[in-house]
């Protein structure tokens, strides 16, 4: 079965009597290099009817004006029409496979007398981890407009990067477009290269009439790469130093080789073998060591500084073409430098309960700041163990004990909690007071054993008293005997004591 996808130009322009020829690039795999390649115009009913194909076909009304090239170790098949008519206008389909399911793609054929023909396809071909250059002519040397590189959609040209500084995200850090030469042209230059980046693009100078001479091109991206895998993002400390090598290929002799700084899609010199070095740079940079039987050579940068931070492009120059491979710096802080005083720093918990709340405070030197963390809160800059200590309790009062201390967990609390708890325990107090009250009338009526408090105890010794007794016995104090209501852990419980005995 056919696989991956087909691109070409989706639009051709042809003049009456002339000729055009159009270029179908497909993936290289082997089911797509012996797969029957196609040539068919679309009719009104939305079937294609095949006009010439790889199988040996052509259709009679095209005898003698068809022609259909496939060049299997490019990717590529070529169809070329002669003698066009007007009635040759319309939509076209190059394929792979069958007419009906297999691989293609559409283009606009438009057929008007005196047309200018259109410029031929330029393929360029390029391994996964390698790079690429790409020769944009332009023949209008005057033309101030912007140089751009852009991807051929269905209907529009995405901009993938331009000469004012804009470079898409998925080209970021490994494109550059070179400034224009005498003649017009320029260079744009691509590296580290994914399967992704295949497809068919389009790079010219942009006027305000629209666009001049723009060059389509075919990126042909193969994943059978030769090239290794090396580091693409590295890091240094702040005075430190860190190296990294730069490849090229061996087996050919180049004119140059330098190192550049990348940023906002152009790439100033900092280097060179023949011994250039950029001012900033100087007695921070040099070349190490260099192997030309492996291709390469290393670069050392010494007393790093944060601002080295970026993307460093490595190039080789030979004729018109370029070896490029790129890598990011991250350059961080030294390890060990003083703190800025304006920095936070942690704050112990104050209270190690388990009722305490889960959160944390952090301290700033100008104010509050509060983060997320285990355990209690300490509210503003308050003294850490800060408690809050109720009223004594006193005799026949109710109260907390002077040693219990209650730790809040926030402020609305810390605000709330001095003048509940008081009202809380004067209320059950009253609560037991009543009760008692209610009991003691009620034995009274019942003329009980116990006639005096003076004899309870000798009673109970007596009888040996059941647990009934025994629970009424601790229940039903007199409103005199009742001393001392004690808070703790936030309940209330009452310890009542004979004064009489």
């Known amino acids: 079965p056919v696989s991956g996808s087909l691109y070409g130009s989706r639009f051709l322009t042809g003049g009456v009597g002339g000729s055009i020829t159009h270029q179908c690039f497909y993936p290289i795999t082997p089911a797509n290099k012996y797969d029957r390649k196609y ?3 679309t009719a009104e009913n939305g079937a294609c009817y095949t006009i010439i194909s790889s199988a040996d076909y052509t259709s009679s009304e095209y005898v003698g004006r068809v022609s259909l090239q496939d060049t299997p170790q490019n990717g590529t098949f070529a169809v070329t029409m002669t003698g066009l008519r007007s009635s040759d206008s319309g ?3 190059c394929g792979i496979g069958p007419t009906r399911g297999g691989l293609y793609v559409s283009l606009n054929l438009t057929v008007l007398a005196g047309a200018r023909v259109s410029r031929p396809i330029q393929l360029i071909q390029g391994e996964v981890r390698g790079s690429v250059t790409v020769l944009c002519p332009s023949g209008d040397t005057q033309s101030g407009g912007k140089r751009f590189w852009c991807k051929v959609g269905r209907t529009s040209c995405t901009l993938m990067a331009d000469s004012d500084g804009y470079v898409g995200r998925r080209f970021l850090g490994r494109i550059f477009i070179t400034p224009r030469e005498s003649s017009g042209a320029f260079k744009v230059l691509i590296n580290d290269l994914i399967k992704e980046d295949s497809g068919l ?3 010219g100078i942009e006027r305000l009439s629209g666009w001049d001479s723009s060059q389509e091109v075919a990126l042909q991206v193969t994943t059978a790469s030769a090239l290794p895998r090396r580091p693409k993002f590295l890091s240094g400390t702040a005075g430190g130093s860190l190296s990294f090598q730069c490849h090229y290929n061996p087996k050919r002799s180049y004119e140059q080789k330098y190192l550049c700084r990348w940023e906002g899609g152009s790439c100033s010199l900092l280097l060179d073998t023949d011994g250039l070095v950029h001012e900033s740079y100087k007695g921070r940079i040099h070349i190490g060591s260099s192997d030309p039987e492996r291709g390469t050579y290393t670069v050392v940068m010494s007393q790093l500084r944060q601002e ?3 993307w460093y492009w490595c190039r080789a120059k030979s004729g018109h073409t370029e070896h490029t491979s790129s890598v990011k710096l991250s350059i961080h802080k030294e390890i060990g430098s003083s703190q800025d005083p304006e920095t936070t720093t ?3 918990p104050t209270s190690p309960s388990p009722a305490a709340s889960s959160t944390a405070t952090w301290r700033s030197t100008k104010g509050l700041m509060y983060v997320m963390g285990t355990r209690s809160t300490t509210v503003g800059t308050a003294t850490k163990g800060t408690s809050i ?3 004594t309790a006193t005799p026949g009062t109710c109260g907390t004990s002077p040693g219990e201390t209650s730790h809040r967990s926030s402020s609305g609390e810390s605000s709330l909690l001095p ?12 609560t037991i007071t009543v009760v008692t009250l209610v009991k003691i009338k009620l034995q009274k009526k019942t003329g009980g054993e116990r006639s005096t408090t003076g004899n309870l105890e000798a009673a109970t010794a007596q009888a040996g008293p059941s647990p009934t007794k025994e629970q009424a016995m601790e229940e039903t104090p007199s409103l005199e005997k009742v001393q001392q209501c004690r808070m703790d852990c936030g309940k209330c419980r009452w310890v009542c004591s004979d004064t009489g005995r």
Do not use: E, N, Q
Request: with cysteine.
């Open 39 to 41: 040539w068919c115009k």
């Open 91 to 93: 939509t076209y389909r």
């Open 308 to 310: 080295d931070s970026g």
């Open 201 to 203: 693009y389009r790079c």
């Open 419 to 430: 003048v509940l708890l008081p009202a809380l325990a004067l209320l059950i107090c009253i």
């Open 346 to 348: 942690p704050v112990k």
């Open 389 to 391: 200590l109720p009223p």
